[in-house]
């Protein structure tokens, strides 16, 4: 049997700013109000961190969820710090002039609950156009010990659905 957690952007520590903030810290949690910003390629903004993984059991998967708009269709880099090292830069395209949410697996970098917990995330800018980032979590699936098969592309986007519907009916 497997169990899912998000976790949602929870720190934010300033180590390196060249995009606009607006809102409350840490600005890509689970709110429409807070976002991040900027219009020019090679910009970058990080730390930001991670709710801890509250269950220590077999990962199956880890991916990274990113909620975000451009002016034009635009790349968004990133690096994700596993707690020893900063990985290689990875690339999502954020589709031109409507709120829109992209993935990523990073299921190879972070592996571990220890991995998971201590990890952080960069972005940089590689497009020209407006680029705006609203929310951010890492989605875990977890093995609790049943034999479980990892999730299908189809039931990722379901569990997706449904925990962001959760999330907003409070």
Known sequence: ???????????????????QKEGNSPYLHNTDNDYIWVSGNGYS????MFRDLPIDAPLISCFLFIEGNCSGEGTLGFFIYDGEAWSDEMQV??????????NYDISSILNTQAKINASKLWLVCRTSHLLTIRRVYLFVS????????????????LAHWFWLERGTRK
Do not use: N, R
Request: net charge negative.
């Open 142 to 157: 977890l093995d609790w010990g049943i034999p479980a098969k990892t999730g299908s592309p189809l039931l990722l986007l």
């Open 1 to 19: 049997m497997t169990h899912d957690e998000i976790l949602y952007v929870d720190e934010y520590d300033e180590v390196l700013c060249t995009w």
């Open 45 to 48: 903004i990080h730390d930001f």
């Open 93 to 102: 395209v954020i589709p031109q002039d409507i709120w829109s949410w992209v």
